[in-house]
């Protein structure tokens, strides 16, 4: 038989309504009673039904986190900042990874609104506007992280990805560079298309062109980094330095390099993004741009409690994060 709080109250000798708000932490219940009616919970490990709280309180004290995969370091990172963050603040966090599928990343949507999740960070595939704006409708705090969703109402915190492609290409010319290849996304990604445009904005500050045999753009896998890699190695006049912007392609670009016995950075100087903890032992430790996936979080965080208590200010608000150029050993002058 289920332990209920009737149950509770007998034991600790009070009301039902008096143990109801001595679990919820009412001021008008005095410190002795409410050491008798946790004793009770304890010695007869009552669990609270959640459900009809909700009802009660319309909260479920869940927040949902959609992202595309865990491997990643940016989504794990934001992941883990994220549960940290509800574990203090005293809201459970259920995490969803789609794959990068937009079908699936909308399943977990009409979920968090079915179930009344009271938040839902969306760091996944930049689709579904109409979900997101749907929960924001129900009254569900929203928050869009690492791409923008093109149409959401939501408050978001975006990487300044154009800053990121720019302080990287930036980093090559002034080591004396003018052959910069790039193994990049594609323009329908926030991150694809801003980096590029970074990075072509830095050159043509410096007054060089981007050749388009040196520009390869794909999908966020590791085996467009191999093949892009291979293909910019064969070149007759091949790249003196290589910016990877597209984070999973850089798991297939590095490989390539150390089978081929590519000399970084005497032959190929190397530039990646989303910086990675084992790019700071990988030989040569690797160069790269932090997109400060921990400070991305807890901006979300931070929008997403504003929120939830009410204090958030009316209309959509964006934040941009600064990326940070940690500048290590795979750099160098051209060969």
Do not use: K
């Amino acid at each position: 038989m289920a332990v209920t709080l009737t149950s509770v109250a007998q034991l600790a000798g009070v009301s039902v309504s008096t143990a109801s708000r001595a679990l919820t932490g009412h001021p008008s219940v005095q410190p002795a009673t409410r050491d008798r009616v946790v004793a009770a919970v304890a010695d007869l490990r009552y669990r609270p039904n959640r459900m009809a709280a909700a009802l009660r309180t319309r909260r479920t004290g869940l927040v949902g986190l959609v992202v595309n995969n865990l491997w990643n370091a940016t989504f794990g990172t934001v992941a883990e900042t994220l549960q940290s963050w509800g574990a203090d603040a005293g809201w459970q966090v259920v995490v969803c990874t789609t794959g990068g599928d937009a079908a699936r990343e909308a399943a977990f949507l009409d979920t968090a609104l079915d179930h009344g999740f009271d938040g839902v960070v969306v760091a996944g595939s930049g689709a579904n506007h109409d979900r997101v704006n749907a929960l924001l409708d129900a009254g569900t705090a929203v928050v869009t992280t690492n791409r923008e969703v093109p149409g959401a109402r939501a408050a978001s915190v975006v990487l300044d990805y154009r800053s990121a492609g720019r302080l990287a290409t930036e980093h090559l010319l002034a080591a004396g560079h003018t052959r910069i290849a790039t193994v990049s996304a594609t323009d329908d990604v926030t991150s694809g298309r801003e980096q590029h445009a970074g990075v072509v904005a830095a050159l043509a500050a410096a007054g060089l062109p981007l050749p388009p045999e040196l520009v390869h753009r794909g999908p966020f896998t590791t085996d467009f980094g191999r093949a892009a890699t291979t293909a910019l190695l064969d070149l007759p006049d091949p790249p003196t330095a290589l910016l990877v912007t597209n984070h999973e392609a850089a798991g297939g670009v590095l490989p390539v390099l150390s089978a081929r016995g590519t000399a970084v950075p005497r032959e190929l100087s190397v530039v990646l993004t989303e910086d990675e903890p084992f790019y700071g032992w990988w030989p040569p430790r690797l160069t790269a741009v932090d997109n400060r996936a921990a400070g991305q979080a807890r901006a979300a965080a931070r929008l997403l409690h504003a929120q939830l208590t009410g204090a958030a200010e009316p209309g959509p608000t964006r934040a941009l994060v600064e990326p940070v150029l940690v500048a290590r050993d795979s750099v160098g002058p051209p060969r």
